[in-house]
């Protein structure tokens, strides 16, 4: 998209460095005169906190890196030696730890936006695929550094995922064998996923990179749903407009993030992870991190192996298809009666398997996890679909100048 | 070549394009074979493959008890079963069980059942005497095993694995 300002090299080094890598104009272009529509709300300024996410990651996680080690008799000791030993150390684990959840939590948020405002419908639908990637990567990387402190949940969190390749027929346990290194959990299993931890956040910067590329070329979604007409009109620079706000938000994240951080940061996680790795006892109730918790109650509501892994791991691809189940021609759910309902019943449904995951797999909890799961499936599957077919929108307004004029800016 | 000669012959495959196929598969089978390796490398190395096997004296296990011992990282049960876990394992007819294999198949003694402490689901470790049977419980994803290490109900597909084991006394058992 064209931006309101042009830009124009001032100093001799500026114009000198522009003739050989116009990065400075490729900058300006993308944070300073980009194009924002004008009627964004706050649900808008995740996708800077996700990025300010990733950086906190990032740093936290390197310099951690300086202090641990990846060996089954001592990874678990490092861990308590940067709690005890280690300037700062505390608060360094804290905040990583913690900022783990924060980022999924923004991220769920971020996702959530993108399904009510219709983000994900022509022509956002690559941009969208690139999320689900990024997602699906973040989730890997959540993993794999849950097991690094090597704690019981770390060994059996480390166990069960492994496994679920095991459910793969013919090559399953070989491949299974392969992940793991060994026959069971061990020190060349620890070993590879250090590394694999330290590498995949950098693979997640790249897909983020292609991910704001493919939103600056079709411009961001709004609230009305409605494409910017006249960009003059319509939108305000990037900067200050979007930056500020994006800073107002980003302050009001951390707020919470700072609260985990200091005063409760052991609220998200689980007391059995302070015990060492035993590879001869399962500890009696086995959970994940609260943000696998959806699909965990999915994996478990099915009787079957091979069914579970499969239902576990289509719950989050099914996602990369929505644009394509959702066939209403309306983007924004402030116009879609029926589908702002169902929208807000699917919040629930994803609320309650989460809560459902963290219960016994047994009795009641096992019945409402099996309903639970299959209205999911259904969501994207049958009724996303037919709501599109059925559903008689309200008038869209014809441009977001005149969604504006209705009084509209004010969802949430 | 002109645009006319290509015209005139569209479909003809000449030397140069058999040359040009011929490297390109040749650089494709380089790479693959270099990729090996990096793949290659993950599975298990030399001294994980090095069998382990482990000595277990029957002798210290009381009837009625199960004893946990670790061979190649991963436990192994050894259950000194009493005369009616022994009945119950064996009069379980097999069209009750999900995965069908009689009793004796599983043991070399009646009173010694030696089985790998791997939950099949998604390989957990269950805990003894607990669950419906008596067995093994899995407290990860509830799977319910029997007095035969079998499993009964619950996501689980396939019984606990009898490992390879054999008497080397009469109450001494070498596993592996």
């Known amino acids: 998209m064209e931006g309101h300002s042009q830009y124009t090299p001032k100093s001799g080094f500026a114009r000198w460095l522009e003739r050989r890598l116009p990065i400075l104009s490729f900058m300006h272009g993308s944070f300073v005169s980009y194009p924002t529509p004008k009627n964004l709300n706050y649900m808008w300024v995740f996708g800077a906190i996700l ?34 030993d280690v300037n700062w150390g505390t608060v360094l684990r804290y905040a990583h730890a913690n900022g783990a959840s924060m980022f999924f939590l923004a991220v769920y948020l971020h996702i959530f936006r993108g399904m009510y405002y219709g983000s994900y419908k022509d022509p956002r639908e690559v941009l969208w695929i690139l999320g689900v990637v990024i997602f699906m990567l973040m989730m890997a990387t959540g993993f794999l550094g849950y097991v690094l402190p090597w704690g019981q949940m770390s060994f059996w969190a480390a166990t069960v995922i492994t496994n679920l390749f095991s459910a793969i027929p013919v090559v399953g346990t070989a491949i299974t064998t392969w992940l793991l290194g060994g026959y069971s959990v061990d020190n060349p299993t620890l070993n590879r996923f250090y590394a694999l931890h330290y590498l995949v956040p950098f693979i997640i910067v790249a897909i983020v990179a292609l991910h704001v590329w493919a939103l600056h070329v079709t411009g961001q979604n709004n609230p009305s749903g409605v494409e910017v007409k006249d960009i003059k009109k319509e939108t305000v620079p990037f900067t200050p407009y979007a930056t500020m706000k994006d800073a107002v938000g980003i302050a009001a994240f951390l707020v919470v993030y700072a609260w985990l951080t200091f005063f409760v940061p052991n609220y998200l996680g689980h007391p059995d992870n302070y015990i060492e790795a035993n590879p001869l006892v399962t500890p ?8 696998f918790l959806p699909f965990y109650a999915i994996l478990r509501a099915i009787p079957n192996k ?17 644009p394509w189940l959702d066939t209403s021609k309306v983007k924004s759910a402030v116009y879609r009666p029926l589908f702002r309902k169902e929208f807000w019943i699917f919040v629930a449904v994803c ?20 309903v639970l799961s299959a209205y999911y499936f259904l969501h994207f599957l049958v009724i996303l ?28 | 070549m002109t645009s006319k000669d290509t015209a005139a012959k569209p479909a003809e495959p000449s030397r140069r394009d058999i040359l040009y196929i011929a490297t390109g598969a040749a650089a494709a089978g380089a790479a693959a074979g270099m990729v090996w390796p990096l793949i290659a490398q993950m599975n298990p190395d030399a001294s994980t493959l090095a069998l382990a096997s482990t000595e277990v004296d029957l002798s210290s296990v009381p009837e009625g008890q199960i004893v946990t011992v670790k061979w190649r990282g991963k436990p192994v049960f050894v259950r000194h079963r009493t005369p009616a876990e022994i009945k119950a394992a064996e009069d379980t007819p097999l ?82």
């Open chain 1, 51 to 84: 990025s300010f996410m990733l950086v906190a990651q990032i740093v936290t996680g390197v310099v951690l890196a300086m202090h641990y080690t990846p060996e089954t008799t001592l990874a678990f000791d490092s861990v308590e030696k940067i709690m005890r």
């Open chain 1, 284 to 291: 009696p109730h086995i959970v994940p991190e609260w943000y």
């Open chain 1, 306 to 322: 091979l069914l579970g892994v499969t239902a576990l791991f289509a719950s989050i691809l099914i996602t990369a298809a929505l």
């Open chain 1, 351 to 370: 609320i309650g398997l989460g809560y459902l995951g963290a219960q016994p797999a047994e009795g009641a909890y096992l019945w409402f996890a099996r």
């Open chain 1, 385 to 412: 679909p037919v709501i599109g077919k059925v559903e008689k929108p309200e008038p869209v307004p014809e441009s977001i100048d005149a969604s504006i004029m209705r009084g509209e800016t004010s969802h949430v």
């Open chain 2, 95 to 176: 069209s009750v069980l999900p995965d069908p294999e009689a009793d004796s198949k599983r043991v070399q003694k009646p009173e010694w059942l030696v089985i790998i402490g791997v939950c099949t689901h998604l390989g957990c470790i269950p805990t003894g005497k607990e669950g419906e049977y008596n067995g093994w419980f899995c407290p990860c994803h509830g799977s319910v095993y029997d007095l035969s290490g079998r499993i009964r109900s619950g996501p689980a597909p396939t019984n606990l694995e009898v490992p390879p084991y054999a008497f080397i006394a009469e109450s001494k058992i070498k596993i592996g």
